[in-house]
């Protein structure tokens, strides 16, 4: 079977984010591989849980980040955390209109699961994860 989490940090207000976080993964029992999905800030306090929580790591066979905002520059001192949050495990699904900067008329040709290559201030903020664009607007 599969074990999945949907991490939802706002359920208890946005001031009560890493604590809804730390509870929800503390409690995980898993007996099989874990996959996550993390939208938004699930996927900055979830990388922030890991930071202190490693174990999880070799937990996770599958991680998807949606328009996360989570930073690779956290992890710079954890090497294996860093490698992994940019290992074929983990997928980044990125938004056609994420930044201000972006119009659709920059990225309304992209299909859901295409390539999404970053500059370099997204491949400075999220490293080597692969990127694929969402297809929406």
């Not at 937990?59 to 930073?71: A, E, M």
């Not at 119009?103 to 999404?116: C, I, L, Q, S």
């Amino acid at each position: 079977g599969w074990n999945v989490v949907l991490l939802d940090p706002n359920a208890r207000g946005a001031y009560n984010g890493m604590d809804v976080t730390s509870k929800s993964l503390d409690h995980v029992a898993l007996k099989g591989p874990l996959y996550v999905l993390a939208h938004s800030a699930a996927g900055g306090y979830l990388v922030r849980y890991m930071m202190d929580n490693n174990s999880l790591v070799n937990q996770i066979s599958g991680l998807v980040f949606t328009d996360s905002t989570h930073n690779i520059q956290w992890t710079r001192e954890d090497l294996c955390l860093n490698d992994f949050l940019q290992s074929s495990i983990c997928l980044y699904i990125r938004n056609c209109a994420e930044r201000p900067t972006d119009t659709f008329a920059n990225h309304r040709d992209k299909k859901a699961g295409e390539v999404a290559e970053g500059d370099v201030h997204w491949c400075r903020r999220f490293g080597g994860i692969k990127t694929v664009w969402a297809g929406t607007i």
